[in-house]
């Protein structure tokens, strides 16, 4: 039986849509999952269900946003589009950096301002920052996850 992490040999092309829509769908779905389930570690001010799911939904598009920029940037000279078939790690820590970068910056900016959100007192930050280390965790967790089923959508059997 074939090692579901392993791609067969006649499946090294990709096939269907480009890599950059599969990651947007997956990381749109499994972010908005993870942003419900970190909302204790952010000052909600007792939002209603509804109101909570609209600005989890809307942030989970822009977590999409991150991954598909940093997809993207990650493809700048590769040489090889797209390199989410052979998954080299070179790449695939570009792709981390840039994301982390980005969510660092993001964080940065919003935490506290007028139009971004606070922590909760439980979020716990990292070490000599002002970052929380939720959304850090979220990077590489939700990213990670989106690039492999875009990557198993995409070179799946014929």
Not at 70 to 89: E, F, M, N, Q, R
């Amino acid at each position: 039986m074939q090692d579901q992490d392993q791609i067969s040999e006649e499946s090294r092309e990709w096939r269907g849509a480009h890599p950059a829509l599969w990651i947007a769908i997956f990381g749109i779905l499994i972010a908005f999952a993870w942003e419900m389930l970190q909302l204790p570690f952010y000052q909600s001010g007792g939002l209603s269900p509804a109101e909570a799911a609209r600005r989890c939904g809307l942030a989970s598009f822009g977590d999409a946003g991150i991954m598909v920029a940093a997809y993207l940037g990650a493809s700048v000279g590769s040489g090889k589009t797209p390199w989410l078939v052979d998954w080299p790690i070179s790449r695939f820590v570009v792709f981390l950096g840039i994301g982390l970068a980005i969510t660092a910056m993001v964080e940065v900016l919003a935490v506290g301002a007028d139009w971004g959100w606070s922590y909760s007192a439980i979020m716990p930050l990292v070490p000599g920052t002002k970052i929380g280390l939720i959304p850090i965790a979220m990077w590489v967790a939700v990213p990670t996850a989106s690039l492999w089923l875009a990557r198993r959508l995409g070179t799946g059997p014929r």
